[in-house]
């Protein structure tokens, strides 16, 4: 299995997991904090979306994020210019953040894997190889891509925990 086969696959599981967990979340789940200086499951699914859309689609792809060209900010009520991604919140931003409906989300997130599935299925393996200017520097794509599932696999950790101190995972 070469590289691209392998991602494709650790994907496909990450988002099993992912849909698995959020399926059946009212908004009051989605929005529930642990206690105040902790992220919501609306947060964490919001951030890790944005975390993709700007590695693959800005960073590996050179376009505009699915973000902007699908006027998700406008579609989740969020300024028309709001172009965050959650990192480095303080724990007022996290505790004031209006988690989006997780139906647009969930729509967002399709979008953006739809392109992160084309473009990971058109790498070489000299690809990967290949150095972009990311926000952290310059690294090869095999990097932006271990960052990617790393950032994928720990929030729906991060979402699967706070469901199970919610319900539990089978309810």
Not at 1 to 21: G, K, P, W, Y
Not at 33 to 53: C, M, T, V, Y
Request: aromatic share 8%; charged share 25%; net charge negative.
């Amino acid at each position: 299995m070469d590289a691209a086969h392998f991602t494709l696959s650790i994907l496909s599981n990450l988002q099993e997991a992912l849909t698995r967990v959020l399926d059946s979340l009212t908004p009051e789940e989605l929005s529930y904090q642990p206690d105040k200086e902790s992220n919501s499951i609306g947060f964490i699914l919001w951030h890790q979306i944005r975390a993709e859309d700007m590695m693959v689609i800005a960073t590996l792809l050179g376009k505009p994020e699915e973000w902007e060209t699908g006027k998700w900010a406008v579609r989740m009520g969020f300024e028309e210019d709001f172009k965050d991604n959650g990192w480095g919140y303080t724990a007022e931003q996290v505790s004031s953040f209006a988690v989006p409906k997780l139906e647009e989300m969930i729509a967002y997130g399709k979008a953006v894997r739809a392109e992160t599935e084309k473009c990971v299925a058109g790498l070489s393996p000299e690809d990967f190889d290949e150095v972009k200017t990311t926000m952290f520097g310059e690294m090869p794509v095999s990097t932006i891509v271990t960052m990617l599932i790393n950032e994928l696999a720990l929030h729906t950790g991060h979402i699967t925990y706070i469901r199970g101190l919610q319900r539990g995972l089978d309810k």
